[in-house]
């Protein structure tokens, strides 16, 4: 009997590392685009003034090469942190079936939030600098809330760290039309978009280590 | 019954609780250094090295070289590594009645 106990106590412990393993991974987006936002806006300003090679190779499409790339290079890291996230669920006996329309929905959310960005912010009579930032925070706030529904709709779950992840962005939209001169609307953004995904992130490690 | 799946889970590949470590370990890590693993698990390289080539045999792990300023032995699970680990957990889920 005491064999089972302490079996029972190991087995406990075991999937609690696990458990633990799993929603770290699942930080990883968010901890991620915390990061390179702000490297990509800082390479994107920088470069061109500093290196003559960059400049002279990239013209002015320095910063949307290097958001490519950054792209690419999540799409890959994340491609392995999901199947990491399904080995995990596998081995706790808890698989989640992710229905093709889950994940395709995923996608869309992003492509829908890009669109709907782009629209509102070419009919924002302003400059270009603050029409990248509008378009900034809306894409990363809607993507994300796009993110919370389409969880909602077909896992029936409610990601809060996303829910709050996109407030935080969206509302971020008053106050950079109040700006007025205070900072660079594009740095504003890229702080606001930064801030909110690294609280993103927190919140799924805080999560993490209580349950 | 409990004790008919014990036995098939000691006669399978992850029978050995050493073995079982090892592949827990992994199975939370995209992959790991040799030392690492020896030190995590508290293993000596030796011992460490007589259980990895067994998971190696039977294609649960996967070993290879990286090269940095020295070279470091990696290790990572396997797909195959993942199915057994996710039988095996199975039965110790329902020795101890949790399923």
């Known amino acids: 009997m005491g064999n089972v106990e302490e079996l029972t106590e190991a087995l406990k412990a075991v999937e ?24 990509l806006y800082l390479l994107g300003n920088v470069l061109p003034w500093t290196s003559e090679w960059f ?12 958001s490519t790339l950054a792209i690419i290079w999540f799409v890959a890291e994340e ?3 999901i199947k990491k996230v399904e080995s995990l669920e596998r081995v706790l006996g808890t698989p989640r079936k992710r229905s093709k329309g889950y994940m ?6 992003w492509f829908l ?11 924002t009579p302003a400059q270009y600098e603050f029409k990248t930032a509008e378009f900034m925070l809306l894409l990363a706030g809607l993507g994300v809330g796009f993110m919370a529904l389409s969880s909602l709709l077909f896992l029936r779950r409610i990601e809060w760290p996303q829910v709050l992840v996109s407030i935080i962005t969206l509302s971020a939209l008053y106050p950079l039309a109040h700006l007025e001169g205070a900072m660079n609307p594009q740095a504003f953004s890229v702080m606001v978009v930064s801030a909110s995904f690294a609280f993103g992130g927190f919140l799924y490690v805080k999560r ?3 349950e | 019954m409990k004790v008919e799946r014990l036995r098939e889970l000691a006669d399978s590949p992850l029978g050995n609780p050493t073995r079982l470590a090892i592949a827990l ?15 995590a698990l508290n293993f000596t390289p030796g011992n460490l090295e007589f259980h990895l080539k067994a998971l190696e045999k039977a294609g649960l792990v996967r070993t290879y070289y990286g090269f940095g300023k020295r070279p470091r032995k990696f290790v990572e699970l396997t797909e195959r590594g993942t199915d057994e680990l996710e039988k095996a957990m199975r039965i110790l889920r329902e020795v101890v009645g949790g399923d």
Do not use: C, H
């Open chain 1, 16 to 39: 609690d590392e696990l458990n633990l393993a799993k929603r770290v991974y699942l930080a990883f987006p968010f901890i991620f685009w915390a990061a390179v936002i702000p490297m």
């Open chain 1, 55 to 66: 400049r002279n190779s990239f013209g002015g499409y320095g910063g949307m090469i290097l």
């Open chain 1, 79 to 81: 491609s392995g942190m």
């Open chain 1, 104 to 109: 395709v929905s995923q996608i869309a959310g």
């Open chain 1, 113 to 123: 939030a890009g669109m709907l960005a782009f629209v509102f912010s070419l009919a």
């Open chain 1, 208 to 210: 993490a280590m209580r």
């Open chain 2, 25 to 39: 370990y992994l199975l939370s890590r995209e992959r790991t250094t040799f030392i690492e693993l020896a030190k």
